[in-house]
């Protein structure tokens, strides 16, 4: 790669579709309207556990401009879910958790759908509720579900009660290692569960016709996904079902599965109307698909000289209700809490379970930040305890190329050293206490680039532009943008030559989604695939047309170029449009699987991190001894990117997912008290504005990745990651109290400095 | 429930509207006159995507009346271009890669523009300041705040 100059990837260009968004013509599921809408919204579980004794719909129904009030009674009594099928579209026979749907309306105007729900007659008899992990995992504690045992899973999967996967990864011998450590080191940390904090409220419309084919707009990340859940809700064949993504505002994970797609297409098909359904923030905070919340413990042998030498890890997810994305999250967490670290003896296990909370989901990162939080505040606290710094303790440890992964992968494109140096002494880590009250915080970590299938169709338009066609949604990430850029630098267009059609599964390639930090990665080598592909076409025609061979062909500045003669890319769409039905060529991509040792794994749906990353993380910060309030001075983050596709928007993933980082780390909980949100609202549900965000410095690494589109790595996950663990450890060095809870709010430290909190309680 | 008939100036332009009392100024814009580019959220004046400019001021206009709008002048993202140029905050907006989903950005550009009219000078920490009541969750605001600050400079230069 280095020897080639490129001229449009790696370059900081604006993203394509910008102009529609700071004009407003952008259009986003939230905005999507059709002739004759209706309203639709959801009757919601007021009992975090309880029998329905009764529910009755009948006054409901009978009021203006009502046209449908339903229930479980008028869906398919189906059990759906990703491996784990135990999710209903209503509660049917009990409740689950305080926001569970009971039942939905549909009327013509928001408050007649509103006088419905208020007229919607249940009555429940309260059931014991486990409304907590500790209450969950207590021997003969209620079952949130008793017919657990039942319910379709893939058989990968470990479940036992309230535990809907237990993952586990065992290496070496634990025992042999706590006899050749020197010092061994427990503690036990504890994270709040978090929203993803999207902007856009989920939102679908739903419409049949007269074929029997629905379509839903949605702002959903995984069309495909959406359009097989709701095939499995309503048993009926995927092809009949078609998901248009129109714009997203922002999804995070939030936004993978069925969110109110499947209440409006219920809804429409009982009215014969067009139905919109959107959350409201109470919703979003009450019944969505946030993170969960977790306890970690920790058990890590060291040599006196900081090696480590076994680690024993647990941690327990708060997954809510129904299993959402636990079982992977528990799985994941397992390579989380290995660490970038070369440890010969691991014992790490990942547990979901069942509460009679939210159904949590996918935020991203999924068990990253709870993971990484406990391990690198642990690191910290060891290395402090050997009189070790703590970036020297890690460096000790950290793996590099040609190590293996806590499952046995072979480690490549390790940048981590770099990562940790640069970070490091961006904020000047030769002092770390700089003055009383101010210190500074390291962390570091890896994670994952998605696999999973992404095809495109790429055609030279009769004018010489380019139109991409991609199952993939673009969230907000600049992943098409950085696709659109590999398309132009291969094709010798401009970027501005080059449209993009996305997210559609009745017209677009199918795509995994855009999730795992994946989009830019396998849609971008997907569209080198379909360029190689179209570029045999291309020449074929420019050959005859040109006469001379096909191998003296190449592309350079939108024309086809052979002895001296050249025709231009619109010239030869134009000729193929007459002749062959035009240059189009469909690009495939999977990402090459990671080879592991599967006897190290149990339970585990995610064995190996794909073209990992690495990534550190430094803070530095003053606290105020009388509040607790944190002020940070300078937030560094040093990041092997592999290939950074378009700078700017690499910065821009890095700014922002810091930025939820420090949400968890400082502000943010959903908090519930006997089962009930107590914040289900954006005044109380506190997000960083302006005033709480720090300058974020990046300092982008580039090792390169053998599989990547130049190199790249997945970027969006990473930067959610270490906040946590860097501000706890900072926190730390500047006051001498170790908080192990997050979020590290102010009262906390206030708190713990008087001695209710001090360090290793937690 | 009776209907009010209200003359609103949006964009520049008068429009007649019948509507509820009760009815939001961001309903109607969005559901009346199709004027999605106002954004819907948390219609509690927290989030901020439903800004919009009332008399030249940023109002939230999810908690605003339709009918409190009454011959006055509204200017939602749709009108801020003119002749097909943006304005010089959108290109900023646009430059400094401070746009990701995009769905705050309406309401963070009119925020802004409010402010700017007002201290045409400003610095990032009053910018910060004044945009405290727009939440973004992709960008980190960085990117946000710095356009803004460069869109007052150019500004201020050409004057």
Redesign the interface.
């Known amino acids: 790669m280095a020897a080639r100059t490129m001229r449009v990837v790696g370059k ?1 260009l ?2 394509i ?12 599921a ?2 999507f ?1 059709l002739p004759g809408m209706l309203v639709g919204k959801v009757f919601r579980s007021t009992e975090p556990h309880a029998r329905i004794v009764r529910l009755d719909v009948t006054r409901a129904r009978s009021l203006p401009g009502v046209r449908a009030v339903v229930t479980a009674a008028d869906v398919p009594d189906v059990r759906y879910g990703g491996g784990l099928k135990d999710e209903t579209v209503f509660a049917k026979g009990k409740v689950r958790y305080i926001g569970q749907p009971v039942a939905a309306v549909a009327a013509t105007t928001p408050e007649a759908a509103q006088a419905a729900l208020a007229a919607i007659e249940v009555v429940y008899e309260p059931l014991a509720a486990v409304l907590d992990l500790e209450a969950a995992l207590a021997p003969g504690a209620p079952l949130v579900h008793e017919e657990w045992a039942s319910y379709t899973a893939i058989p990968i999967l470990h479940r036992d009660g309230n535990v809907c996967n237990r993952a586990r990864i065992v290496v070496g011998d634990v025992d042999r290692g706590w006899e050749e450590a020197d010092r061994i080191f427990e503690h036990r940390f504890r994270t709040g569960m978090v929203h ?6 989920r939102a679908a419309v739903a419409q049949w016709d007269s074929s029997g084919t629905v379509t839903v707009w949605s702002n959903t990340q995984l069309p495909f996904e959406v359009q097989n859940t709701l095939a499995e809700i309503f048993q009926m064949p995927p092809s009949k079902i078609r998901v248009v993504v129109p ?6 994970g939030g936004k993978l599965r069925v969110g109110v797609e499947h209440f409006a297409v219920l809804l429409a098909r009982k009215t014969g109307r067009a139905v919109k359904v ?1 959350t ?2 109470q919703e979003e905070l009450t019944a969505a698909y946030p993170r969960q919340g977790a306890v970690v413990e920790l058990k890590t042998g060291v040599t006196n000289d900081g090696r480590i030498v076994a680690k024993e890890g647990r941690i327990w997810f708060d997954t809510g209700a129904f299993a959402g994305s636990g079982p992977g999250v528990a799985s994941v967490a397992t390579l989380v809490l290995a660490g970038p670290y070369r440890i010969p003896n691991l014992r790490l296990e990942g547990f979901a379970v069942y509460t009679n909370k939210t159904n949590c989901g996918s935020y991203r990162a999924p068990s990253g930040p709870q993971s990484n939080f406990a391990v690198e505040s642990q690191m910290d606290i060891i290395a402090d305890a050997l009189g070790i710094d703590p970036l020297e303790f890690r460096l000790k440890n950290i793996v590099r190329d040609g190590d293996e992964g806590p499952t046995g992968q072979v480690l490549g494109a390790v940048g981590l050293e770099e990562c940790l140096r640069n970070a490091a002494a961006a904020i000047g880590w030769n002092e770390r206490r700089p003055e009383t009250w101010r210190g500074k915080g390291l962390a570091c970590g890896w994670w994952t680039t998605t696999g999973g299938s992404s095809g495109v169709y790429v055609k030279i338009n009769p004018d010489g532009t380019v139109a991409l066609n991609t199952g993939a949604a673009e ?4 992943a098409l943008t950085g696709a659109a850029q590999v398309l132009a630098e291969e094709l010798t267009v401009d970027l501005a030559d080059v449209s993009v059609v996305s997210a559609d599964t009745f017209s677009t390639p199918f795509d995994f989604g855009a999730q795992g930090s994946r989009t830019a990665f396998a849609v971008g080598n997907a569209c080198r695939a379909a360029v190689a592909d179209l570029k045999q076409r291309i020449f074929a025609l420019a050959a005859a047309q040109l006469s001379v061979e096909v191998e003296a062909c190449v592309l350079a500045e939108k024309h086809v170029v052979a002895d001296g003669k050249r025709v231009s890319l619109a010239e030869l769409a134009r000729m193929s449009q007459m002749t062959g039905g035009g240059l189009i060529a469909q690009g495939t991509f999977i990402a090459p699987p990671t080879a592991y040792d599967s006897k190290r794994v149990e339970g585990h749906v995610y064995p190996a991190f794909h073209s990992p990353s690495f990534h550190a993380h430094a803070v530095d910060l003053s606290v105020d001894p009388g509040t607790g309030d944190v002020t940070i001075h300078r937030y560094v983050v040093a990041q092997d990117v592999g290939f950074a596709m378009n700078p ?2 690499i ?2 993933q890095i ?6 980082g420090l949400g968890q780390a400082l502000s943010e909980e959903i908090v519930y008290e006997g089962g009930r949100v107590l914040n289900a ?3 109380d549900y506190k ?5 709480d ?1 720090p ?2 410095e990046t300092i982008l690494v580039e090792h390169p990745s053998l599989a990547g589109p130049y190199g790249a790595k997945g970027v969006g996950e990473p930067p959610n990651i270490e906040p946590p663990a860097a501000v706890a450890n900072a926190v730390a060095a500047a006051t001498g109290l170790r908080v192990t809870v997050l979020p590290i709010t102010a009262e906390r430290i206030a708190l713990g400095l008087l001695g209710d909190v001090r360090a290793d309680g937690g | 429930m009776s209907k009010l008939a209200l003359t609103l100036t949006i964009n520049g332009e008068r429009h007649e509207v019948h509507t509820e009392p009760h009815r939001t100024l961001l309903d109607v814009l969005r559901v009346d006159l199709g004027l999605t580019g106002t954004k819907e959220n948390c219609l509690e004046a927290e989030c901020g995507v439903c800004t919009v400019l009332l008399d030249g001021h940023a109002v939230n206009s999810c908690i605003l009346l339709a009918a409190q709008c009454a011959g006055r002048n509204v200017l939602t993202i749709e009108g801020l271009a003119r002749d097909g140029v943006l304005d010089p905050l959108q290109q900023a907006f646009i430059d400094h890669g401070a746009v990701q989903c995009g769905y705050c950005i309406p309401g963070m550009i009119l925020s802004a523009k409010a402010f700017l009219e007002e201290r045409p000078a400003a610095t990032e920490a009053e910018v910060r300041e004044a945009l405290a009541g727009n939440l973004c969750r992709c960008t980190g605001y960085q990117k946000i705040a710095d356009a803004v600050v460069n869109a007052a400079r150019a500004t201020a230069a050409q004057r």
């Open positions: 900081s604006p993203r579709d910008a102009p529609g968004k700071v004009t407003g013509t952008a259009v986003y939230a905005d309207a993803q904090g999207y902007t856009e409220p714009g997203i505002g922002g999804g995070f959107v409201t923030s969230i907000g990430t600049g700017t928007y910065e821009g700014e922002g997912g810091v930025a939820q609202n954006l005044t997000m960083p504005t302006t005033l965000m300058r974020v």
